[in-house]
């Protein structure tokens, strides 16, 4: 009986293997980096193999302090939350060209299908305390669902997107 156990055991350690399985790990560096006027993304701290991707407007990204209304997250339109996992390091030529390049190549696409994106745009000061010298964009995700096929990951509750700075 012993022995059908031990042999059940190592046969189960032998047959459980995850292969190349690339799951999202969510450690980004605090840079936001941005391509064109409203594509944003920062990229893992992991050799910079993945990437959390957010596409707004000019209705969010603004130099006013009027407040900004939530937008709701879309597979298709406006306002979209990607994050792909790729096989080697991404740079930013790969987001800021017309046509991707196939290198490096995705091995994971998550992408938003509901969710809400919040925005708040606040003046930068010079240290006389009057002149604006630049905006601060504070960008914050609330209850994104990303999915990749039936596989889905769920940003429960609140992530700081993080903060964008931009000139006057």
């Excluded at 990607?82 to 096989?87: E, G, I, P």
Aim: glycine fraction near 6%; charge should be negative; include cysteine.
């Amino acid at each position: 009986m012993k022995r059908i156990i031990l042999f059940v055991l190592i046969l189960f350690s032998l047959s459980c293997d995850d292969g190349d399985l690339d799951i999202a790990n969510f450690e980004f560096e605090e840079t936001i980096n941005v391509c064109g006027d409203f594509t944003l993304y920062r990229l893992s701290t992991n050799e910079h193999k993945e990437v959390l991707m957010l596409t707004l407007t000019d209705k969010q990204i603004k130099k006013d302090t009027i407040p900004v209304l939530p937008v709701q997250v879309t597979k298709i339109g406006p306002y979209t939350v990607t994050d792909r996992v790729f096989d080697s390091e991404v740079t930013s030529s790969y987001f800021c060209t017309v046509v991707p390049p196939v290198e490096p190549k995705v091995l994971k696409n998550w992408e938003g299908e509901s969710g809400t994106v919040f925005v708040k745009n606040s003046p930068l000061f010079d240290t006389d305390e009057i002149t604006i010298i630049g905006w601060e964009h504070i960008i914050v995700l609330q209850d994104v669902v990303l999915k990749s096929g039936d596989e889905s990951l769920i940003f429960n509750d609140t992530y700081l997107f993080g903060t964008l700075e931009t000139g006057i």
